[in-house]
């Protein structure tokens, strides 16, 4: 089991930053992947951005590359997510996720922290 507990939302204007962080516990944090993800009101979910178990590898979604970046401390059993230059579409409930088994499925969901960007 991993439980996965996100903070740093808010609001912010356009043009702004914001640091997510998104803590976890149960097991060991630096065996696996983490990602984010986010769902904007009346939109599906959407991947934000991956990193795997050493943060030696990143990908990104290309709405976010350049502006975003993702990172953990696995001493701090920690992942967090840098976001700079917001725009008002990065609007939406930011979800943090842990990939325990297989590389890119998310088995374990933290309960979001919403995000909002204003214009």
């Known amino acids: 089991q991993v439980q996965l507990v996100e903070s740093g939302g808010g609001l912010v204007q356009a043009g702004g930053s914001l640091r997510l962080s998104c803590a976890a516990s149960g097991r060991t944090f630096g065996n696996y992947a983490m990602g984010w993800f986010r769902q904007a009101p009346g939109k599906e979910r959407e991947f934000v951005a991956t990193i795997n178990w050493s943060g030696g590898s990143t990908y990104y979604a290309d709405s976010v590359k350049g502006r975003f970046t993702i990172s953990r401390d696995n001493a701090k059993n920690t992942v967090y997510l840098q976001m700079n230059s917001l725009k008002p579409e990065d609007t939406a409930v930011y979800y943090c996720?842990?990939?325990?088994?297989?590389?890119?499925?998310?088995?374990?969901w933290g309960q979001g922290t919403q995000v909002t960007v204003s214009s």
């Open positions: 996720a842990a990939a325990t088994l297989v590389p890119d499925e998310y088995d374990y």
